[in-house]
C-alpha cells in the first residue's frame, strides 16, 4: 500500500485539480436538475431494452396492418371516383354551390344537366347556371303576378255578384250576348260553308328548299296568321296548301303549331299541285316580279300565293315557277295609289290575306291597300292615275262641247271621246 502511495504521490499536483473540477460540474448539474423538477413534472420514458420482443413485434404488425388499411381506402376512393356517374358528380357539384350560396337554380331538367356537363371550364358552368337562375326567377315573377291578376279578378267578380240585385238579374237586354262558344260555332259554320261554296285561294308550299329554317318559322306564324283572318272574315276563301309534304318542314311545323287543333281546320292539305287541282286557264299567280298590273279582283279566278319569307332577296323566285307552269301572272298596283317610299313591294302572307279579303268584300283598292305597312310608304297618292285619267277625258270632253257644232268633225269628237 505504501507503494501505491509513494507511486501516486508524484501525480498528485495534476490528478486534484481534475478531480475537484470534475466534482464542481457534478454539483451543479444536480443543483440544476433539481430545479428543473422543482418547475416541470418528470415524464418517463420507457425503457426499450426492459420491453420485451413479443410486444415489438406487435407494433411492427400494427403498422403494417394500418399501412395497409390506409393504400385500401385510397384505392377505394380512386376506383369510386373513377367509376362515378359524370351526372351525378354534376349534381354534386351544382348542390355545393347552392350550399355556398351562389345563384343556382332550383329545379334542373336533364337536358340542363348535359348542357353544364358540356361546359369546357368551370367560368362557363357558372355563367349558365346564372342564366338558369334567372330565367327561373322571371318565370316565378310571372307566375306570382298571373296569380295576383287572377285573384283580383275573382273578387272583383264577386264584388260584381254582391252588389247586383234580383231585379238587375231579371232585367231584359236589348241585344243578345254572344258567348265565345257561340262566336267559335258561328265561324266553323262558315268555314264549311267555304268549303262548299267558297273561292278558292291558294297558299303555294313548295318553298321549303329556299329558306332557312328560321325564314320558314316566319313564313307559318304568318300563315297562322292569314287563316285566322280568314276565319274571322265575314265571307272566307276557302284556303287550299298545296304542294304540301306529308313528312316536309312545313308539316312538321304546321302540326307543331296547331298540335291537335290541326285535323279540325276548315282548309284543305294536299301533296297535290294546284296545276293538278285547277285549270290554268282559271288560275292567276300573285307575285310582285310579274309585269301585269292587277286592276280589279275578279271572283272567278283562282289566286295563288307563293308561302315564301324572302330575307335573302331573291328577286324572280316564284315569276320563275309560274312561267315554267305556264300560268298568269299579276301584282298590286301599288305605285298607283301609294307614294313609295323605299323598300321592296314584297308583302307578308297575312297582309295579302287581308287585302284579298277586303277587295272581295268591298272592291274598293283605297280601303284595301290600308293595310299596306305606312313604314314602306309616305302616304296615298291625292288622285290615282284611274282617276287623273278619267279627269283629264272628262277636261277634254268639256273643251270640245265648248266649240261651236260645226267646228268639228262630229266623228272626230266622239273618236277623240272614246
Not at 420507457?46 to 403494417?64: G, Y
Not at 384505392?75 to 351526372?87: M, Q
Not at 310571372?142 to 291578376?149: A, D, L, P, V, Y
Request: charged share 30%.
Amino acid at each position: 500500500m505504501s507503494v501505491c502511495v509513494n507511486f501516486f504521490r508524484p501525480f498528485t499536483r495534476f490528478l486534484v485539480p481534475f478531480t475537484l473540477h470534475r466534482k464542481r460540474n457534478n454539483l451543479y448539474s444536480t443543483i440544476l436538475q433539481r430545479y428543473i423538477s422543482s418547475k416541470i413534472p418528470a415524464v418517463t420514458y420507457p425503457n426499450n431494452e426492459s420491453t420485451p420482443p413479443s410486444e415489438k413485434l406487435e407494433l411492427d404488425k400494427w403498422k403494417t396492418t394500418m399501412k395497409s388499411s390506409v393504400q385500401e381506402e385510397c384505392v377505394s376512393t380512386i376506383s369510386s371516383s373513377k367509376n362515378e356517374d359524370p351526372l351525378a358528380a354534376t349534381r354534386e357539384f351544382i348542390e355545393m354551390w347552392r350550399l355556398l350560396g351562389k345563384e343556382v337554380p332550383e329545379h334542373i331538367t336533364e337536358e340542363e344537366l348535359k348542357t353544364i356537363m358540356e361546359c369546357v371550364s368551370k367560368t362557363a358552368k357558372k355563367k349558365y347556371l346564372k342564366y338558369l337562375y334567372v330565367k327561373e326567377k322571371q318565370k316565378k315573377a310571372k307566375q306570382i303576378k298571373k296569380e295576383m291578376k287572377a285573384a283580383a279578378r275573382e273578387e272583383a267578380k264577386n264584388v260584381k255578384l254582391l252588389e247586383t240585385t234580383e231585379e238587375d238579374k231579371q232585367q231584359n237586354f236589348l241585344f243578345l250576348r254572344l258567348w265565345d262558344r257561340s262566336i267559335n260555332i258561328a265561324m266553323s259554320w262558315k268555314g264549311a260553308q267555304a268549303m262548299q261554296f267558297g273561292q278558292p285561294l291558294v297558299f303555294d308550299m313548295a318553298y321549303e328548299n329556299y329558306m332557312k329554317p328560321k325564314e320558314l318559322q316566319y313564313t307559318i306564324s304568318q300563315l297562322l296568321e292569314s287563316e285566322g283572318w280568314n276565319r274571322r272574315n265575314v265571307d272566307p276563301f276557302h284556303i287550299y296548301f298545296c304542294n304540301l309534304k306529308t313528312d316536309g318542314a312545313y308539316h312538321r311545323e304546321l302540326v307543331k303549331r296547331y298540335e291537335e287543333k290541326w285535323d279540325k281546320l276548315l282548309l284543305t292539305a294536299t301533296e297535290k299541285s294546284h296545276v293538278d287541282l285547277f285549270p290554268k286557264d282559271s288560275i292567276i299567280y300573285l307575285t310582285a316580279d310579274s309585269p301585269n298590273v292587277m286592276t280589279t279582283f275578279r271572283h272567278d279566278k283562282v289566286y295563288i300565293i307563293g308561302s315564301f319569307v324572302d330575307k335573302k332577296m331573291q328577286p324572280g323566285t316564284s315569276l320563275a315557277k309560274a312561267k315554267r307552269l305556264n300560268l298568269a301572272t299579276e301584282c298590286l298596283p301599288l305605285d298607283k295609289y301609294l307614294q313609295w317610299d323605299t323598300g321592296n313591294k314584297n308583302l307578308t302572307l297575312d297582309q295579302m290575306m287581308r287585302i284579298l279579303l277586303c277587295l272581295k268584300n268591298t272592291g274598293n283598292w283605297e280601303e284595301a291597300l290600308k293595310f299596306v305597312p305606312k313604314r314602306k310608304h309616305t302616304g296615298f297618292l291625292e288622285i290615282s292615275q284611274h282617276s287623273q285619267e278619267f279627269i283629264d277625258r272628262l277636261k277634254k270632253a268639256k273643251t270640245f262641247n265648248s266649240f261651236s257644232k260645226g267646228s268639228l268633225n262630229v266623228c272626230a269628237q266622239k273618236k277623240w271621246l272614246k
